[in-house]
């Protein structure tokens, strides 16, 4: 099967896949002046009920080894109709994921829930910023609904 074939596949099923790199598993305890309070189980939450309203179904991932979300990635290229990707550190160090993402055909929407460009400088260069459809930075949790909301749009514009 072809990579578009793959695609006209995942659009069918409107499975968005909503990837989390490490340490988001400890939202809600982390550095909570930054991050926020909301915890990823409370997002996953949110994602998946403004998914289902707009008709689509979320695959909700965290992980914490830079292999397993390359391997998620790798398995929305047959499953998926979008991503939406918090790689969190490795959004500044992994070639192993952005050579993924080069892979997936769908849109992908990179999200930040703190604002990468007001911090220290190690944050201000994604590798990942590279091959997103588009990018969302700073919004918080709140982040998320709207990117779910973005691919749905995104998604509707490539049928």
Known sequence: MSDTEALKGAAATRCIYVLNGPNLNLL?????????????????????????????????????????????????????????????????????????????????????????HARESIYHNSLVSRTATGIIIGLGAAGYELAIQAMAGLVAARS
């Open 28 to 116: 809600g305890q982390r550095e909570p002046h930054i991050y926020g309070s909301t915890t990823l189980a409370e997002i996953g939450e949110r994602c998946e009920a403004k998914a289902r309203s707009l008709g689509f179904s979320v695959d909700f991932r965290q992980t914490n080894f830079e292999g397993e979300l390359v391997e998620s990635v790798q398995q929305a290229r047959r499953e998926a109709c979008g991503i939406i990707i918090n790689p969190a550190g490795y959004s500044f160090t992994s070639v192993a994921l952005l050579d993924s993402l080069k892979m997936f055909d769908g849109p992908k929407i990179e999200l930040h829930i703190s604002n990468v």
